[in-house]
């Protein structure tokens, strides 16, 4: 996931969204109290431009009371800076406007994306307190700004006349984007209902803000506690120990703790021999915001469907969905719908076919149940043991992190692109789990810096994203410095990270985002790096999945941690006839929650308060993807991606830039695979372009065609 979205969409509810100094020790973000006291705006770091290498964050510098004033600061100057623009007695010119526009808010855009990554990747109670303060703050910002009468009408008077302009094609573009997102955020409303428009802003980025807030606290709080080792059973004694270290992180000395993940199912169900453990681990899951106590968000649910529907009504359309899919390649919640209906009757299928295996195989043990959805993870690792031959225990020695990082995600974009990595242990980080690395291009330019942060961690977000700490900007010559957050279970201390296969496919996807922000070559920032539509931003990142099992990448990095042996063919072979199993399920857990996100978001501003729970049944029903043994990836009340991650009304993006990363990947199979010669074609016509250009457009200059989705079902096995 690019978090680029969600800090768009920090700053779109906001404002507006997946590398020498003398030696530095790593430092933690969890600041002690003194800290957070309001620091000098002299010695302030966001007031002026780091001097660190690519003007990395200054992380030994930044204390939590540093961003409070840095972002009042920003508030203000950019504020001057767009009074001096509309102050402005000439013609409104893309030079006199545009272009201090584009360079605006300086102080502002490093204090928020520093911030906002690291209140999602290391929060505290400081921080989230300076949260809750300055999302209303920014959001009240953003529309003194969007909504401003002089500055819409200059915007509009260049975008009337910019055929006559004389201007570039990226200058085109920067118009026409910039005018249609004023539009969108509502500059041609009156100015009464330019101040409702304000009103329902100012009360969405607050709920977001609390929304995620009550989920980082829930999940944290709603680990599963287990006193008796034996309950364990099936873990493997890495997990054992990760589970123990977690329980004395948390003074449970004694016992074990089973962390959860953002995602409805969790990892140690695939493991957990005891059935009645895996049930408590899922209901743990499935219920961790629904106990009503402080941390549910169901109302907030209930408020946060109802305010956007009125705030699409505002804007003029029938629902939100209709109102946030004009930007994006889908267009209409109908196009998106039409996607994911369409292959509903194929996946439940496959996933029901799928449950008979199951089934046979708790019947064949004398089992004497029917199987559930926290049976499922278990058993289907059972069927493929016995259809494949294959079980994770085998797969994980061999896929030990820093080789998969080194060996393996590294290499492909050598191999690719002809970049080469090296590892920076002078530049001050946000937590000593955070690693950097300095890229350096094909030519032995100096390309980015890459931070890496691998570990779950109770004060991190859950799921993997990325985003930058700072943006490339063509005006100024800044090169992009990008990060990668994961949430991979963290291994006792002298143990190896083993990874799951899934965790592999994780590493390459947000790497596929790390390159889209390194390779950006635009002028304008507005239209930079991963600025893009969210159905076209996870096309990078899902195509670059497919590097993970190439068979050169592959050989590459598959080797046991211990022995350095390669993977015997033997069990190569086992993981690619495996690669369709349980589709079924994944592509309906997916189905269901992106149908759910749409359901959410196509109601009318005339629907009731809905009953959080009774919604979501009646949805899943109404789109025939209501299996219980099959719970959507994401139920309502932790579907942080739509209520507090920017892909409100978007979920559905991941599977129609799946459609797009397979077609895409057909043609790098047609022209010779992995080469350098086509990952300089994919970098010069997708990568480095940012939004500069139509993107469908775009794809059609590379692929010649528009895409197809057989390729993905192929590739699901569902055709």
């Not at 590398?19 to 007031?47: L, Q």
């Not at 009464?192 to 100012?202: M, P, S």
């Not at 099936?234 to 120990?241: E, R, V, W």
């Not at 269901?592 to 049944?617: I, M, N, R, Y």
Request: charged share 25%; with cysteine; proline share 4%.
């Amino acid at each position: 996931m690019s978090r680029t979205v969600v800090l768009a969409a920090a700053i779109s509810l906001a404002l507006a969204a997946c590398s020498g100094k003398e030696s530095t020790a790593p430092v933690t973000a969890n600041a002690p109290a003194e800290a957070a006291k309001p620091g000098d705006a002299s010695t302030n770091p966001f007031m002026t431009v780091s001097s660190l290498p690519f003007q990395a964050p200054a992380f030994d510098k930044i204390k939590d009371g540093d961003y409070l004033p840095a972002f009042e600061e920003g508030m203000r100057q950019q504020l001057a800076e767009i009074k001096q623009i509309t102050d402005n007695t000439q013609p409104a010119t893309f030079d006199n406007t545009l272009l201090p526009m584009e360079k605006s808010g300086a102080i502002l855009d490093r204090v928020s994306r520093v911030f906002f990554s690291v209140v999602q990747a290391d929060t505290n109670p400081e921080r989230q307190k300076i949260q809750e303060d300055v999302v209303p703050k920014l959001a009240a910002h953003g529309d003194a700004i969007h909504l401003d009468a002089k500055l819409f009408a200059r915007i509009k008077s260049i975008y009337d006349g910019r055929a006559e302009a004389g201007l570039d094609a990226e200058q085109l573009r920067v118009v026409e984007e910039t005018y249609k997102g004023f539009v969108k955020a509502g500059a041609e409303l009156s100015d009464t209902d330019k101040e409702t428009l304000k009103q329902y802003n100012a009360e969405e980025a607050t709920l977001s803000n609390d929304f995620h807030n009550k989920l980082v606290a829930a999940t944290a709080a709603g680990a599963v506690v287990i006193d008796d080792k034996a309950q364990l059973a099936g873990l493997s004694d890495g997990d054992i120990a990760a589970a123990e270290d977690a329980a004395k992180g948390r003074k449970l000395d004694g016992k074990w703790v089973l962390s959860l993940q953002n995602t409805t199912q969790q990892p140690a169900l695939g493991s957990l021999q005891d059935r009645d453990v895996r049930a408590k681990v899922l209901q743990a899951s499935e219920t961790r915001t629904e106990h009503g106590d402080a941390n549910d968000t169901r109302a907030i649910i209930q408020r946060l469907a109802q305010l956007r529907a009125a705030k699409a009504k505002l804007l003029g359309f029938p629902n939100y969905a209709a109102y946030n899919l004009t930007d994006q390649m889908a267009q209409t919640p109908e196009h998106a719908l039409k996607l994911l209906t369409d292959t509903v009757p194929a996946a439940t299928a496959k996933a029901r076919g799928e449950l008979a295996e199951i089934q046979k195989v708790i019947d064949a043990q004398k089992g004497g149940f029917k199987a559930s959805a926290s049976d499922w993870d278990f058993y289907a690792e059972q069927v493929r043991k016995a259809k494949y031959d294959l079980d994770e225990s085998q797969i994980k020695p061999y896929f030990e992190l820093d080789n998969v990082l080194q060996n393996g995600v590294f290499y492909a974009a050598n191999q690719l692109y002809g970049l080469t990595f090296k590892e920076r242990k002078d530049l001050p980080v946000y937590h000593p789990d955070v690693r950097v690395f300095e890229v350096t291009d094909a030519n032995g330019q100096p390309l980015a810096l890459f931070y890496a942060d691998f570990f779950k961690r109770d004060s991190k977000s859950g799921g993997a994203w990325m985003d930058v700490f700072v943006e490339q900007d063509g005006l100024t010559g800044t090169k992009p410095v990008v990060y990668n957050v994961s949430n991979f279970t963290k291994p006792a201390a002298g143990q190896p990270a083993l990874l799951s296969w899934d965790d592999v496919t994780t590493m390459f996807h947000e790497f596929g985002h790390a390159l889209h922000g390194m390779f950006s070559n635009t002028k304008y920032p507005s239209v930079a790096g991963t600025g893009v539509p969210r159905d076209f931003v996870e096309f990078p990142s899902q195509f670059n999945e497919h590097w993970a099992s190439d068979p050169k990448v592959f050989a590459n990095y598959a080797k046991h941690y211990q022995t350095k042996a390669a993977m015997p063919q033997e069990l190569v072979d086992k993981i690619a006839k495996a690669k369709t199993f349980n589709q079924g399920y994944m592509t309906t857990e997916y189905l269901s929650a992106a149908l759910l996100d749409l359901a959410w978001h196509t109601q009318g501003a005339d629907a009731p308060l809905q009953d959080v729970d009774k919604f979501e049944a009646d949805a899943l029903k109404r789109y025939k993807v209501d299996l219980a043994q099959v719970p959507p990836r994401y139920r309502s009340s932790y579907f942080d991606h739509i209520w507090g991650g920017g892909y409100s009304a978007g979920y559905y993006a991941y599977f129609w830039a799946e459609m797009i990363d397979h077609d895409a990947f057909e043609w790098f199979k047609e022209n010779g695979g992995l080469t350098r010669e086509n990952g300089q074609v994919f970098r010069d016509k997708i990568l480095s372009i940012g939004n500069t250009r139509d993107l469908a457009t775009a794809y059609r200059d590379f692929r010649g065609k528009d895409p197809s989705v057989e390729p993905l079902l192929h590739n699901r096995g569902l055709k």
